[in-house]
């Protein structure tokens, strides 16, 4: 991959350029899908458009010192990480990657979630706190079953790059592990049953409650990258393989746009689940799974 | 520049954000006030959201006579909530304080306090004049930006609830 190919995945498809309104269009599905389930008419189709707008052009409040620079910084990090874990996503066939470009992709989405942990102690907001102790304690839980099935499917494919894990498909390993990757989307994404971090009205915003304007903009922005890219992984791995470009591109859509209403179906269909409940959920139940897929893969990676 | 402003216009027409806030009300507004995001009435198809911060939101809803615990609270909430921004009066009681006029432990009504855009009157008042309050306070949002001045209150009419033919 050179630098141009770099520069326009990153800049063009399926980077900025097409992952910005790509983000608008996923939390506008989000939250007129929820809305026709819970039988209400929801959101016209530009709403998220409008909010980022008129959030940039509402004011912040004076903050000083480092507190103050650190506040203004943290949403700016989260957007470009998680525009740059847009950009590595192998959409297109034969795009090229790396080897070793899913352990950068993994970082990258790591990223804005560090970025709202560090942003809410950072306000010191007692609620903001709060928020940011339980996106700590929700990232620890939901991680290591997270990094678990990516490591089980990158085993049983022998591959730590993306485009070539994605393209053999065949062994049921896979499929297990693509499953316990879906089972961790929506505590990434802190949709319900997992929005305990930023729970409304609960502890008002969460580690967002002092951020305003322009700040909570990036925020608002830097969420729906990480649907894009979230749902977008999902997409590339259960996507079948095609040569033809703007196919691979559709399916690629389609398939997003297929796990965001997934996603959005129990997000409507579930209430929001206690700390400790969930931590449990993780570590007790999915972790099996988890542990079971790696090792399966392993085993059969020793006897092959 | 021009356009920029225009689409600003129309974005805070199109976005308003409420933060509620109970100044001592009996509970009857507030019910109201929710029940206009729920599916009968859907404010959210005005782009309206709820949200749990006054840092986030345009428009400041209050209810409630303005008890003399709350106004502190009051314009603390008020200067939290960044501007542009707005201000609805939910209910007769922050217009008027309602019954409970006279009464010693208030410092209402709510103009006392700080500047109100738009009241709703009502006791408590239909969430659809709750709605279309809060559309009247989005549109005075839209054409008055950051200007702070204060020209004139908007007292929302309470409209004919439309009736739903409803199937046998």
Redesign the interface.
């Known amino acids: 991959m050179n630098i141009l190919t770099a520069l326009a995945r990153l800049l063009i498809f399926p980077g900025l350029l097409f992952a910005v309104p790509a983000a608008w269009f996923f939390l506008w599905v989000e939250r007129k899908a929820v809305a026709l389930m819970q039988g209400r008419i929801g959101p016209p189709f530009m709403q998220p458009f409008w909010d980022f707008i008129k959030l940039m052009g509402k004011g912040t409040p004076n903050r000083s010192g480092i507190a103050g620079a650190l506040m203004r910084v943290w949403p700016l990090i989260a957007v470009s990480a998680a525009a740059g874990a847009v950009g590595l996503l192998p959409v297109l066939p034969k795009s090229g990657g790396f080897e070793g470009d899913l352990i950068l992709l993994l970082a990258l989405l790591e990223l804005p979630s560090m970025c709202i942990i560090a942003a809410g102690f950072s306000s010191r907001s007692i609620f903001g706190e709060i928020g940011s102790a339980r996106e700590a304690a929700l990232s620890v839980s939901y991680n290591i079953v997270f990094l678990l099935a990516i490591v089980s499917v990158a085993a049983s494919q022998h591959t730590f790059r993306l485009e070539a894990m994605a393209q053999g498909k065949d062994s049921p390993l896979y499929w297990l592990g693509v499953l316990a990757i879906l089972v961790c989307l929506p505590a990434k994404l802190h949709i319900n049953p997992f929005s305990l971090p930023n729970a409304e009205q609960e502890i008002y915003s969460g580690p967002m409650t002092e951020y305003a304007g322009p700040e909570l903009a990036m925020w608002e922005l830097s969420h729906g990258l990480e649907w894009v890219a979230a749902t977008g992984l999902v997409a590339t791995l259960i996507a079948p393989h095609v040569t033809l470009a703007w196919v691979a591109g559709l399916l690629f859509v389609a398939f997003s746009f297929a796990v965001v209403l997934l996603l959005s179906a129990v997000a409507t269909a579930t209430a929001r689940l206690a700390i400790d409940t969930t931590v449990r959920f993780y570590w007790q139940c999915t972790l099996i799974f988890a542990v079971l897929a790696i090792s399966s893969a392993l085993f059969m990676r020793f006897r092959s | 520049m021009k356009l920029w402003n225009r689409?600003?216009c129309?974005?805070?027409r199109?976005?308003p954000?409420l933060f509620h806030m109970n100044a001592g009300s009996c509970n009857g507004c507030d019910i109201e006030l929710v029940a206009s995001l729920t599916?009968r009435y859907?404010a959210?198809?005005l782009?309206v959201r709820?949200?749990?911060?006054p840092?986030?939101a345009?428009i400041l809803c209050i209810t409630g006579p303005v008890t003399n615990n709350a106004v502190n609270a009051i314009k603390t909430v008020y200067g939290q909530v960044?501007?542009?921004k707005a201000v609805v009066a939910i209910g007769s009681c922050p217009a008027t304080t309602n019954v409970f006029i006279d009464s010693r432990t208030l410092a209402g009504p709510l103009n006392k306090h700080v500047p109100v855009d738009v009241f709703v009157p009502g006791c408590p008042p239909r969430p659809d004049a709750i709605i279309q309050g809060v559309a009247r306070a989005a549109q005075i949002l839209a054409e008055r930006g950051?200007a702070p001045a204060l020209t004139d209150v908007v007292i929302a009419e309470i409209v004919e609830p439309v009736r739903a033919e409803v199937q046998p």
């Open positions: 689409l600003m129309t974005a805070r199109k976005s954000w599916p859907d959210e198809q782009g709820l949200e749990g911060s840092r986030h345009d960044l501007g542009p950051n």
